[in-house]
């Protein structure tokens, strides 16, 4: 249920749907839904590479490298089931920049598969 999901990738899903219908499914991993904290969520989008620099630009997400990255790109591989994730090796890593400066709040982790167009997302709630 989208009404479940964390407000900013509810707010992110409602501004690219305005753009055209793209297909963007989600799942919570962790935290109840309906209360007030989601702790963790994975995101499936169909994203363009305009679709994926506003989503970038929205979520201030920064490209890594594989060796930044440290596990992180895995997160997201092991956070979604087989039948989500495309098997690509043409993939683009990204943090959100709070992340990596060790902030607390709405946090991002992200792969992009070049080859499919589609962006992976795991939303983490830190405090």
Known sequence: NVGDWPKAVQ??????????????DGFLLY????EYLVKEAVFRIEATE?????IANRLDLVPV????VAGWGELVVSKASKEWWANSTDVDHYISQPML??????????VYDNTDQKLY???QFNF
């Open 11 to 24: 707010d992110l899903r409602a501004e690219l749907k305005t753009d055209n219908e793209i297909a963007f």
């Open 65 to 68: 490298n594989h060796e930044q």
């Open 121 to 123: 997302l795991v939303y």
């Open 50 to 54: 305009t679709h994926l620099q506003q």
């Open 31 to 34: 935290g109840a839904p309906g």
């Open 101 to 110: 400066d060790g902030e607390e709040g709405d946090l991002y982790i992200a």
